[in-house]
């Protein structure tokens, strides 16, 4: 079956971007902040099946949320680093002081289903139109205005989902993580960009997957950091990194993402932002549609 979302478009046949500033490189840092409910029977991690209350399943993410968090929110904080929150709205619901915070420090609230056992995928039209519209209104309510990004539990969406979020009011959707620069998905009506997103540079890959130390995470930021600066003096790009507070948030993880964020930051010519800002910049910059 043939993809109709976009067009094939090769970097090296592209004009060139122009980041705000002249940056070279626009660089977003993603904090998964995830709801799971104790009798849940839907992981997605470590995989281990026993009936609820599957405690080794359950508690290190509830660690992430009643200690991860504030780790990396130190972290960021002594950068002055706004993060894109990838926010399960049932966070909201459950946890609102991690809302609260999150809004002090104006992170970005990207909508994130209402939780992270609830997929698209293989739901109705009408099964997915209700779960994005109580995310977006639970959220909306918790961040004091609406989100205009998307990423989907699991990145799973149905072949409806960009024309749903589209009509939702959404304009960027993470879940495409197949290029290094926004652009344009084919939608019934409205608008719709792809944001760059990695599975790559991702903590869940790199440390439950492939079993990597926190050096080599940070070694492999560094790394893709290093290759899209380069890059960047002729064609700019968006690097993102994806974290989840349980895993990054960890004691002897955090001081890998402490050293990676401290090396970038010593660059010229980086655009630290929140996947909202980028978006806000493309739809001016090159749709002509100015966001509010």
Known sequence: MENTRYDFSPIVTRKRLELPNSARLAVYIAVAIEYWAIDSQEWAVAGVKIPPPNLFEYTPRDYGNRIGLWRIMEVLDRYNIKATAFFNSDVCKYYPTIAEECRKREWEFCAHSTSNAVLLAGKTEAEEREIIRTTIDVITKAAGRRPIGWIGAALAETFNT?????????????????????????????????????????????????????SQFCDMIIAQFDTMYREGATQP??????????????????????????????????WFATSEEIAKWYYEKYMGIKLG
């Not at 993470?174 to 944001?195: A, E, H, R, Y």
């Not at 974290?243 to 980086?270: C, E, P, T, W």
Request: glycine residues 6%.
């Open 237 to 270: 790009r968006v690097m993102s990194i994806g974290i989840h507070h349980f895993l990054m948030g960890q004691a002897y993880r955090i001081a890998a993402l402490d050293k990676a964020v401290n090396y970038m930051k010593s660059f010229k010519d980086v």
């Open 162 to 214: 960009p024309d749903i979020l589209a009509e939702e009011g959404i304009k960027y959707v993470s879940d495409w993580v197949c290029d290094d620069q926004p652009f344009p998905l084919k939608v019934k009506t409205g608008n719709l960009i792809s944001m760059p997103y990695t599975l790559d540079l991702n903590d869940i890959p790199a440390f439950i997957m492939h079993g990597l130390t926190p």
